[in-house]
């Protein structure tokens, strides 16, 4: 017997959580990127060095680093199928879900 199990993506979680479609990078690297300070987070972004786009509402240097939660729900969406296929590959297909 087969259930119904509703998927949400990752874009629609991180609207939920956040209410807003663009967040602060400060904000997601505290949230999903413990182990970068914001300080090397804002190099990178001024690198464009990121694994996912980063922007500013103005061009200023004041101006905070925001991420849209598309690109960013896409990213997570990649590295968990990444993790899913690594896990199919040493568990075997009856472990992944």
Known sequence: ???????????????????SPVV??????NDF???????????????????F???KSENTKKAKWMVNLVQLGAYLD????????DHKAMNGEQYAH
């Open 1 to 19: 017997m087969n259930t119904f199990v509703p998927q949400i993506n990752s874009f629609h979680a991180l609207l939920i959580r956040y209410g």
């Open 24 to 29: 602060p990078l400060e904000t997601i690297v």
């Open 33 to 51: 990127f413990t182990h970068m300070k914001i300080e090397d987070a804002n190099r990178r972004a001024n690198k464009l060095d990121l694994p």
């Open 53 to 55: 786009p980063v922007f």
């Open 78 to 85: 990649q590295q968990s199928q990444i993790a899913l296929q």
